[in-house]
Protein backbone atom coordinates (compact mmCIF):
# COMPACT_ATOMS: atom_id res chain seq x y z
CA UNK A 1 0.00 0.00 0.00
CA UNK A 2 1.10 3.76 -0.75
CA UNK A 3 1.90 4.95 2.87
CA UNK A 4 4.55 7.78 3.45
CA UNK A 5 5.68 9.13 6.70
CA UNK A 6 5.78 12.95 6.73
CA UNK A 7 6.56 15.08 9.93
CA UNK A 8 4.55 14.14 12.45
CA UNK A 9 1.93 12.04 10.29
CA UNK A 10 1.48 8.82 8.20
CA UNK A 11 -0.24 9.84 4.44
CA UNK A 12 -1.88 7.43 2.18
CA UNK A 13 -1.01 8.82 -1.29
CA UNK A 14 -1.89 7.09 -5.04
CA UNK A 15 -0.48 8.07 -8.23
CA UNK A 16 -0.71 6.70 -11.38
CA UNK A 17 0.20 8.38 -15.42
CA UNK A 18 2.28 10.08 -17.32
CA UNK A 19 3.46 14.02 -18.44
CA UNK A 20 3.21 16.91 -16.52
CA UNK A 21 3.23 16.81 -12.39
CA UNK A 22 -0.16 17.67 -11.09
CA UNK A 23 -1.10 17.54 -7.63
CA UNK A 24 -4.95 16.85 -6.56
CA UNK A 25 -6.29 18.31 -3.39
CA UNK A 26 -9.99 16.90 -2.71
CA UNK A 27 -12.79 17.94 -0.61
CA UNK A 28 -13.94 17.44 2.79
CA UNK A 29 -13.66 14.02 3.92
CA UNK A 30 -11.53 13.14 0.09
CA UNK A 31 -11.35 9.19 0.72
CA UNK A 32 -9.56 7.47 -2.63
CA UNK A 33 -11.30 4.36 -1.75
CA UNK A 34 -14.76 5.97 -2.45
CA UNK A 35 -15.54 5.87 -6.81
CA UNK A 36 -15.41 7.94 -8.99
CA UNK A 37 -11.94 9.24 -7.44
CA UNK A 38 -10.22 11.65 -10.01
CA UNK A 39 -8.43 8.47 -11.00
CA UNK A 40 -11.18 7.22 -12.35
CA UNK A 41 -11.85 10.66 -14.78
CA UNK A 42 -10.13 11.38 -18.16
CA UNK A 43 -8.12 14.09 -16.91
CA UNK A 44 -6.41 11.42 -14.92
CA UNK A 45 -4.82 9.70 -18.12
CA UNK A 46 -3.17 13.30 -19.45
CA UNK A 47 -1.23 13.63 -16.62
CA UNK A 48 1.43 12.62 -13.79
CA UNK A 49 -1.34 12.80 -11.04
CA UNK A 50 -0.54 12.67 -7.21
CA UNK A 51 -3.25 12.74 -4.89
CA UNK A 52 -3.47 11.65 -0.88
CA UNK A 53 -5.96 11.34 1.53
CA UNK A 54 -5.81 14.64 3.92
CA UNK A 55 -5.08 14.43 7.36
CA UNK A 56 -8.34 13.12 9.20
CA UNK A 57 -10.00 11.52 6.07
CA UNK A 58 -9.20 8.10 4.38
CA UNK A 59 -6.60 5.58 5.70
CA UNK A 60 -3.75 8.21 6.91
CA UNK A 61 -3.47 9.32 10.56
CA UNK A 62 -5.89 11.08 12.07
CA UNK A 63 -4.19 12.74 14.98
CA UNK A 64 -5.83 14.54 17.91
CA UNK A 65 -4.01 17.88 16.97
CA UNK A 66 -2.41 19.81 14.38
CA UNK A 67 -5.50 20.66 11.83
CA UNK A 68 -5.17 24.24 10.51
CA UNK A 69 -4.99 25.34 6.76
CA UNK A 70 -1.43 26.20 7.40
CA UNK A 71 -0.58 22.56 8.21
CA UNK A 72 -2.90 21.22 5.42
CA UNK A 73 -0.38 22.99 3.01
CA UNK A 74 2.55 21.95 5.15
CA UNK A 75 1.62 17.96 4.68
CA UNK A 76 1.35 18.60 1.14
CA UNK A 77 4.79 19.83 0.58
CA UNK A 78 5.74 17.24 2.52
CA UNK A 79 4.39 14.93 0.74
CA UNK A 80 5.82 16.36 -2.39
CA UNK A 81 9.29 16.11 -0.72
CA UNK A 82 8.92 12.59 -0.17
CA UNK A 83 8.53 11.75 -3.70
CA UNK A 84 10.90 13.73 -4.96
CA UNK A 85 9.06 16.24 -6.80
CA UNK A 86 10.22 20.10 -6.60
CA UNK A 87 7.03 21.46 -8.14
CA UNK A 88 3.79 20.92 -9.37
CA UNK A 89 0.29 22.27 -11.74
CA UNK A 90 -2.00 22.20 -8.16
CA UNK A 91 -5.62 21.49 -8.50
CA UNK A 92 -7.67 22.24 -5.34
CA UNK A 93 -11.48 21.39 -5.53
CA UNK A 94 -13.86 23.12 -2.40
CA UNK A 95 -12.05 22.18 1.10
CA UNK A 96 -8.96 21.14 -1.46
CA UNK A 97 -8.81 24.86 -2.88
CA UNK A 98 -8.68 26.65 0.14
CA UNK A 99 -5.16 24.62 1.06
CA UNK A 100 -3.89 25.04 -2.18
CA UNK A 101 -4.29 28.85 -1.78
CA UNK A 102 -2.01 28.25 1.42
CA UNK A 103 0.16 26.50 -0.28
CA UNK A 104 0.81 28.89 -3.53
CA UNK A 105 0.96 31.45 -0.92
CA UNK A 106 3.24 29.95 1.64
CA UNK A 107 5.10 27.61 -0.93
CA UNK A 108 4.94 29.43 -4.14
CA UNK A 109 7.95 28.36 -5.71
CA UNK A 110 6.64 24.80 -5.71
CA UNK A 111 3.02 25.73 -7.47
CA UNK A 112 3.51 25.96 -11.32
CA UNK A 113 -0.13 26.60 -11.83
CA UNK A 114 -3.17 26.69 -9.31
CA UNK A 115 -6.53 25.80 -10.76
CA UNK A 116 -8.80 26.61 -8.08
CA UNK A 117 -12.57 25.07 -8.01
CA UNK A 118 -15.73 25.43 -6.27
CA UNK A 119 -14.00 27.45 -3.68
CA UNK A 120 -13.36 31.09 -1.75
CA UNK A 121 -10.64 33.13 -0.42
CA UNK A 122 -12.83 33.80 2.75
CA UNK A 123 -12.99 36.62 4.67
CA UNK A 124 -14.01 39.68 2.69
CA UNK A 125 -13.96 38.24 -0.28
CA UNK A 126 -16.91 35.97 1.34
CA UNK A 127 -16.98 31.91 2.90
CA UNK A 128 -17.62 29.04 1.61
CA UNK A 129 -21.28 27.74 3.56
CA UNK A 130 -20.64 27.33 6.88
CA UNK A 131 -20.64 23.54 7.37
CA UNK A 132 -20.06 22.93 10.75
CA UNK A 133 -23.12 24.92 11.90
CA UNK A 134 -24.95 21.93 10.53
CA UNK A 135 -23.06 19.45 13.00
CA UNK A 136 -26.29 19.01 15.71
CA UNK A 137 -28.76 18.07 12.29
CA UNK A 138 -29.99 15.12 11.92
CA UNK A 139 -28.25 12.66 9.03
CA UNK A 140 -31.55 13.45 7.19
CA UNK A 141 -32.13 16.87 7.85
CA UNK A 142 -28.43 17.34 7.05
CA UNK A 143 -28.98 16.25 3.65
CA UNK A 144 -31.79 17.84 2.95
CA UNK A 145 -30.04 20.80 3.58
CA UNK A 146 -26.94 20.35 1.28
CA UNK A 147 -29.66 19.93 -1.52
CA UNK A 148 -30.50 23.35 -1.65
CA UNK A 149 -26.67 24.21 -0.59
CA UNK A 150 -24.71 22.38 -3.53
CA UNK A 151 -27.08 23.53 -5.91
CA UNK A 152 -29.54 26.27 -5.18
CA UNK A 153 -32.01 25.36 -7.77
CA UNK A 154 -32.77 22.58 -5.19
CA UNK A 155 -33.89 25.06 -2.62
CA UNK A 156 -37.40 24.33 -0.25
CA UNK A 157 -39.65 25.39 -2.62
CA UNK A 158 -38.57 22.78 -5.16
CA UNK A 159 -38.22 20.42 -2.55
CA UNK A 160 -41.72 20.80 -1.65
CA UNK A 161 -42.70 20.75 -5.10
CA UNK A 162 -40.52 17.65 -6.12
CA UNK A 163 -41.45 15.52 -2.98
CA UNK A 164 -40.80 12.28 -4.84
CA UNK A 165 -37.37 13.73 -6.62
CA UNK A 166 -36.62 14.90 -3.56
CA UNK A 167 -36.72 11.76 -1.91
CA UNK A 168 -34.97 9.86 -4.41
CA UNK A 169 -32.12 12.43 -4.14
CA UNK A 170 -32.05 11.83 -0.53
CA UNK A 171 -32.00 8.27 -0.86
CA UNK A 172 -29.01 8.43 -3.35
CA UNK A 173 -26.59 10.75 -0.55
CA UNK A 174 -27.83 8.47 1.97
CA UNK A 175 -26.20 5.61 -0.51
CA UNK A 176 -23.39 7.68 -1.15
CA UNK A 177 -22.19 8.88 2.00
CA UNK A 178 -18.84 7.44 2.78
CA UNK A 179 -19.00 4.02 4.88
CA UNK A 180 -14.86 4.84 5.84
CA UNK A 181 -16.77 7.61 8.41
CA UNK A 182 -17.78 4.59 10.64
CA UNK A 183 -13.84 3.33 10.82
CA UNK A 184 -12.14 4.67 14.43
CA UNK A 185 -11.53 7.63 14.10
CA UNK A 186 -13.37 8.60 10.86
CA UNK A 187 -15.94 11.16 12.52
CA UNK A 188 -13.90 13.33 14.92
CA UNK A 189 -11.23 13.37 11.83
CA UNK A 190 -13.88 14.65 9.82
CA UNK A 191 -14.80 17.13 12.64
CA UNK A 192 -11.81 18.44 12.95
CA UNK A 193 -11.28 19.06 9.20
CA UNK A 194 -13.85 21.09 9.21
CA UNK A 195 -13.13 22.90 12.20
CA UNK A 196 -9.91 24.00 10.27
CA UNK A 197 -12.18 24.86 7.14
CA UNK A 198 -13.74 27.69 9.58
CA UNK A 199 -10.80 29.72 9.56
CA UNK A 200 -9.85 29.73 6.13
CA UNK A 201 -9.10 33.31 5.16
CA UNK A 202 -6.76 34.20 2.33
CA UNK A 203 -8.38 37.13 1.15
CA UNK A 204 -6.13 39.58 2.32
CA UNK A 205 -2.75 37.85 0.91
CA UNK A 206 -4.08 36.84 -2.41
CA UNK A 207 -3.16 40.08 -4.38
CA UNK A 208 0.60 39.22 -3.82
CA UNK A 209 0.16 36.08 -5.25
CA UNK A 210 2.34 35.55 -8.67
CA UNK A 211 1.08 31.64 -9.82
CA UNK A 212 -1.02 31.52 -12.92
CA UNK A 213 -3.95 31.15 -11.77
CA UNK A 214 -7.83 29.16 -13.23
CA UNK A 215 -10.97 30.19 -10.91
CA UNK A 216 -13.83 27.80 -11.96
CA UNK A 217 -17.33 27.84 -10.18
CA UNK A 218 -20.42 26.24 -10.72
CA UNK A 219 -23.52 28.48 -11.98
CA UNK A 220 -25.71 27.12 -9.42
CA UNK A 221 -23.49 26.50 -6.18
CA UNK A 222 -24.80 27.65 -2.90
CA UNK A 223 -21.41 26.27 -1.11
CA UNK A 224 -19.17 28.01 -2.97
CA UNK A 225 -21.21 31.17 -4.29
CA UNK A 226 -20.36 32.45 -7.79
CA UNK A 227 -20.05 35.68 -6.60
CA UNK A 228 -17.68 34.26 -3.80
CA UNK A 229 -15.47 32.94 -6.61
CA UNK A 230 -15.58 35.75 -8.53
CA UNK A 231 -14.09 37.67 -5.95
CA UNK A 232 -11.70 35.09 -5.53
CA UNK A 233 -10.49 35.82 -8.80
CA UNK A 234 -10.31 39.45 -8.99
CA UNK A 235 -7.90 39.60 -6.55
CA UNK A 236 -5.68 36.92 -7.96
CA UNK A 237 -3.60 39.24 -10.52
CA UNK A 238 -3.95 37.80 -14.17
CA UNK A 239 -6.08 34.99 -12.93
CA UNK A 240 -8.87 33.46 -15.53
CA UNK A 241 -12.22 32.73 -14.33
CA UNK A 242 -14.80 29.88 -15.82
CA UNK A 243 -18.16 29.05 -14.94
CA UNK A 244 -19.90 26.01 -15.81
CA UNK A 245 -22.84 24.22 -15.84
CA UNK A 246 -23.97 22.42 -12.12
CA UNK A 247 -23.79 23.20 -8.61
CA UNK A 248 -20.86 22.60 -6.39
CA UNK A 249 -20.38 19.40 -8.07
CA UNK A 250 -19.84 21.16 -11.69
CA UNK A 251 -16.81 18.67 -12.30
CA UNK A 252 -19.10 15.92 -12.18
CA UNK A 253 -22.00 17.65 -14.00
CA UNK A 254 -20.72 19.54 -17.04
CA UNK A 255 -18.11 17.26 -19.22
CA UNK A 256 -16.33 20.49 -20.22
CA UNK A 257 -14.85 21.50 -16.99
CA UNK A 258 -12.33 18.85 -16.45
CA UNK A 259 -11.20 19.61 -19.99
CA UNK A 260 -10.94 23.48 -19.22
CA UNK A 261 -8.79 22.43 -16.03
CA UNK A 262 -6.10 20.29 -18.65
CA UNK A 263 -6.06 22.72 -21.14
CA UNK A 264 -5.10 25.54 -18.72
CA UNK A 265 -2.36 22.98 -17.56
CA UNK A 266 -0.90 22.05 -20.56
CA UNK A 267 -0.94 25.42 -21.70
CA UNK A 268 1.47 26.17 -18.70
CA UNK A 269 3.58 23.02 -18.56
CA UNK A 270 4.42 24.37 -22.26
CA UNK A 271 5.21 27.64 -21.90
CA UNK A 272 7.28 27.04 -19.06
CA UNK A 273 8.92 24.68 -21.00
CA UNK A 274 10.00 27.14 -23.66
CA UNK A 275 11.34 29.25 -20.67
CA UNK A 276 13.43 27.01 -19.68
Same mark, same amino acid.
Given at each position: ???? /? ?64 ? !? ?20 ? #? ?16 ? #? ?18 ? +? ?76 ? +? ?12 ? !?????? #?? /? ?33 ? #?????? !?????
Amino acid at each position: MPYI /NVPNLRLYYERQGNGCPVLFLPGIGGDLRSHPSIFDTDFAQAFDLLSFDQRGSGRSEKPEHGYTMA !QYASDAVALMDAIGWHSAHVVG #VSFGGMVAQELALEYGQR #VCSLSLCCTTAGGAGGSSYP +LHELADLSPRDRSRKMLSIVDVRRDAKWQAEHPQETERLLDQAAADASPFLREPGGIAGLTRQIAARSHHDTYARLPS +LRVPTLVCGGRYDG !QATPEA #VT /NLQRVIAGSELAFFEGGHRFLSEDPTAYARIAEFI #VEQCHN !QSALQ
